[in-house]
């Protein structure tokens, strides 16, 4: 059981330029979630999903893109990349009921520069 | 509106000593509570969540904390300081009603046990 996988965990990129940051759960978790991590900041949520096929948008979904095909697979696309767009990227799953109660597991982060 | 407060960016305690970092919350409905642990370059992990049972909540490692509605906080505190609680605390709150499962989080504080 590897829980929420990150990959990669560096990346540079070139203003401009494209990239996918996969995310693989293993705990059958309807629900999951990407976040960044600025410098000295608390995590915000960029896109959620309820559910294979369903996804929304969070407090800062703006330059990205995601996808849930399947229940295990919750990639973030970023299709051109910006400055703004230097952070940590988490990615996490949860069971949740619905009512905000259920713990969320994080993976281990992408780190990724726009140059 | 839900928000999160940590009142202090930084705390330092010496080894073996208590630890307290303090945490106030604004939420419109009974809120689901959360204190996780980021060690450097690694992903979040739940140390106790409050979700409207005892007040009085234990996590692991020593940690605990209070859920005071009276004050809007719920402080986390640990008798005894290891080296190994050095890491970023964020303190998370999601108003626990349907539908909900959108965490927010606080700035952060960084705690620094000092041998």
């Known amino acids: 059981n590897a829980g929420v996988t990150q990959t990669p965990k560096f990346r540079i990129l070139k203003i401009g330029q494209s990239m996918t940051l996969q995310c693989t759960q293993d705990?059958?978790?309807?629900?999951m979630y990407w976040y960044r991590q600025d410098p000295g900041m608390g995590l915000k949520l960029i896109y959620y999903?309820?559910?294979?096929?369903?996804?929304d948008k969070g407090e800062v979904p703006n330059g990205y893109n995601v996808s849930r095909s399947t229940t295990e697979d919750f990639p973030l696309r970023l299709e051109l990349a910006a400055p703004s767009q230097t952070s940590v990227y988490f990615c996490?799953?949860?069971?949740?009921?619905?009512?905000?109660?259920?713990?969320?597991?994080f993976g281990p982060g992408t780190r990724l520069t726009v140059l | 509106a839900q928000s999160v407060t940590q009142l202090d960016s930084h705390v330092s305690v010496s080894e073996g000593t208590p630890v307290l970092l303090r945490c106030n919350y604004s939420?419109?409905?009974?809120?689901?509570l959360f204190w996780y642990v980021q060690h450097p370059n690694k992903g979040l992990q739940l140390l106790l969540k409050?979700?409207?049972?005892?007040?009085l909540v234990k996590g692991i490692n020593g940690f605990e904390a209070e859920f005071k509605k009276s004050e809007t906080s719920f402080h986390l505190t640990k008798p005894s300081a290891h080296m190994s609680d050095a890491a970023e605390y964020f303190c998370?709150?999601?108003?626990?009603?349907?539908?909900?499962?959108?965490?927010?989080f606080g700035s952060g504080t960084r705690l620094l046990v000092r041998p």
């Open positions: 998370v709150v999601t108003p626990r009603m349907d539908s909900s499962y959108k965490l927010i």
């Open positions: 999903s309820v559910g294979a096929g369903i996804t």
């Open positions: 996490a799953s949860s069971m949740d009921r619905g009512r905000g109660t259920d713990t969320q597991y």
């Open positions: 705990m059958n978790h309807n629900y």
């Open positions: 409050y979700t409207s049972a005892a007040t």
């Open positions: 939420s419109s409905y009974s809120p689901s």
